[in-house]
């Protein structure tokens, strides 16, 4: 659903990606630059969006694998602990 009809669909994908990032403002200049409404106007269409947008199940990326990045860091560490012990010798 798209939560601003009367964007397209890319300037409503960058308007949710300001969102999602929290960056209001950043939404409300692109708002207005697609509509060439005024402050009042976009702030308004923004929070009524953004309200139909809490609403929907949330859409984010996975963020990152933290179990997979740990284990990458301990496998570095010892690998760079077995070379410096065999340099020392």
Request: proline fraction near 6%.
């Amino acid at each position: 659903m798209n939560a601003w009809p009367e964007l397209s669909p890319e300037v409503s994908a960058k308007v949710e990606a300001a969102l999602v990032s929290v960056r209001k403002i950043d939404a409300i200049k692109i708002y207005r630059n697609a509509t060439n409404c005024g402050l009042k106007e976009a702030k308004e269409a923004i929070k009524r969006g953004q309200a139909l947008a809490d609403d929907l199940p949330i859409r984010r990326a996975p963020g990152p694998n933290w179990f997979v990045i740990v284990v990458a860091a301990l496998i570095v560490f010892v690998v760079l602990a077995i070379v410096l012990v065999r340099m020392k010798r």
